[in-house]
Antibody, heavy 117, light 109 residues
Framework: QVQLVESGGGLVKPGGSLRLSCAAS????????MSWIRQAPGKGLEWVSY????????YYADSVKGRVTMSRDNAKNSLYLQMNSLRAEDTAVYYC??????????WGQGTLVTVSS | EIVLTQSPGTLSLSPGERATLSCRAS???????LAWYQQKPGQAPRLLIY???SRASGIPDRFSGSGSGTDFTLTISRLEPEDFAVYYC??????????FGGGTKVEIK
């Protein structure tokens, strides 16, 4: 069965950096677009970015553009989100998800990022 | 940007009742790219419906989706205790590529 496990979250000071990872198993990773979505505490869902099969196409939400880089390593069945210049408003649970045909089919359990001094 | 507005914000119903959730788009959405998710406290969202009306794998048939253009509906025919949760609609297409509605909370009356 599809399994997605995020890691790398934690407490970071404003202006700091974090690299999130998502380990995928149970499916052919390279056959799927992938996406990151976040959810601030007590709030709704916000799309962050998505990446194509081989990583040649990547889109970002305006709220993170220029500060975040999404990448993937199909040989390692892994997805990444490098986050720089973090702000308080980036505090959220970050989920990775498979992204076939415009919907988010399978989700990980999420990793919490807290940006605070 | 396509804005998705979900209503009502909160729906108070009893088990066994029918739930009707609305998702209205500020511009026309391709039905192929309209999805619904369920989220319970402390859990990740779960895909319920994609392509406006196709149930995801393992989703009970009491969940159904309908609609086109700017108006979409998620219906739960008879609420089970495990259905009390928050529901989100999502569209894919225009810039930004993905947007979510603000959610509808279905709570026990």
């Amino acid at each position: 069965q599809v399994q997605l496990v995020e890691s790398g979250g934690g407490l970071v000071k404003p202006g700091g950096s974090l690299r999130l990872s998502c380990a995928a198993s149970g499916f052919i990773f390279s056959d799927y677009y992938m996406s990151w979505i976040r959810q601030a505490p007590g709030k709704g869902l916000e799309w962050v970015s998505y990446i194509s099969y081989g990583g040649s196409t990547i889109y970002y939400a305006d709220s993170v553009k220029g500060r975040v880089t999404m990448s993937r390593d199909n040989a390692k069945n892994s997805l990444y989100l490098q986050m720089n210049s973090l702000r308080a408003e980036d505090t959220a649970v970050y989920y990775c998800a498979t992204f076939p045909s415009g919907h988010l089919a399978s989700w990980g359990q999420g990793t919490l990022v807290t940006v605070s001094s | 940007e396509i804005v998705l507005t979900q209503s009502p914000g909160t729906l108070s119903l009893s088990p066994g009742e029918r739930a009707t959730l609305s998702c209205r788009a500020s511009q026309s959405v391709t039905s192929t790219y309209l999805a619904w998710y369920q989220q319970k406290p402390g859990q990740a969202p779960r895909l319920l419906i994609y392509g406006a009306s196709s149930r995801a794998s393992g989703i009970p048939d009491r969940f159904s989706g309908s609609g086109s253009g700017t108006d979409f509906t998620l219906t739960i025919s008879r609420l089970e205790p495990e259905d009390f949760a928050v529901y989100y609609c999502q569209q894919f297409g225009s810039s930004p590529p993905l947007t979510f509605g603000g959610g509808t909370k279905v709570e026990i009356k």
